[in-house]
T-cell receptor
Framework: QKEVEQDPGPLSVPEGAIVSLNCTYSNSAFQYFMWYRQYSRKGPELLMYTYSSGNKEDGRFTAQVDKSSKYISLFIRDSQPSDSATYLC????????????FGAGTRLFVKA | DAGITQSPRHKVTETGTPVTLRCHQTENHRYMYWYRQDPGHGLRLIHYSYGVKDTDKGEVSDGYSVSRSKTEDFLLTLESATSSQTSVYFCATQTSGGQTDTQYFGPGTRLTVL
């Protein structure tokens, strides 16, 4: 079993929809949780970062962490065609960047 | 892209040949990372560096070596390329190496080993 599981999709939604992207994990020691966005043929870029449990909001994006269920989510409100990308979750036990474990990514298509 | 370039961007090589990939940064970041990205596996850490001449292994380091003789350059060498090393390779940099500090990724190198 992988430490971090992420549905590969693809997920296809109409423009304006609310998108929910999710990851589950098995290591209860994970404390740092990140979401990256990766456009086709590009490197990933950090979208959201959360420490421990709770919610974090940034514009149209909301990240949620439920440590009791070992489950994290990224919500995108009012989705746009420009949100079409692969979304990677990432997490880590410790503060060191080299300990980050990445999910395999979910491909999202937002149709105009 | 935080001033990160990777070269070459695409390479096709044959099994058994050595290959060197280069990552160059202009941000003076202390930490540099090499990842590979394969379908179904996400990003996996190969090696990382925490300073000039200071490197350490990651999760999938077998068959790879690295060198960092200058702050701005981090080289990844496949000593004898195998078909299992066909992948997309990403370099990343980070100022201090902590999770509160963003990792910036380069554009990637697509390597095919025939």
């Amino acid at each position: 079993q992988k430490e971090v599981e992420q549905d590969p999709g693809p997920l296809s939604v109409p423009e304006g929809a609310i998108v929910s992207l999710n990851c589950t994990y098995s290591n209860s020691a994970f404390q740092y949780f990140m979401w990256y966005r990766q456009y086709s043929r590009k490197g990933p870029e950090l979208l959201m970062y959360t420490y421990s449990s709770g919610n974090k909001e940034d514009g149209r994006f909301t990240a949620q962490v439920d440590k009791s269920s070992k489950y994290i989510s990224l919500f995108i409100r009012d989705s746009q065609p420009s949100d079409s990308a692969t979304y990677l979750c990432a997490m880590s036990e410790g503060a060191e960047g080299f300990k980050t474990i990445f999910g395999a990514g979910t491909r999202l298509f937002v149709k105009a | 892209d935080a001033g990160i370039t990777q070269s070459p961007r695409h390479k096709v090589t044959e099994t058994g040949t050595p290959v060197t990939l280069r990552c160059h940064q202009t941000e003076n970041h202390r930490y540099m990372y090499w990842y590979r990205q394969d379908p179904g596996h996400g990003l996996r850490l190969i090696h990382y560096s925490y300073g000039v001449k200071d490197t350490d292994k990651g999760e999938v380091s077998d068959g790879y070596s690295v060198s960092r003789s200058k702050t701005e350059d981090f080289l990844l060498t496949l000593e004898s390329a195998t078909s299992s090393q066909t992948s997309v390779y990403f370099c990343a940099t980070q100022t201090s190496g902590g999770q509160t500090d963003t990792q910036y990724f380069g554009p990637g190198t697509r390597l095919t080993v025939l």
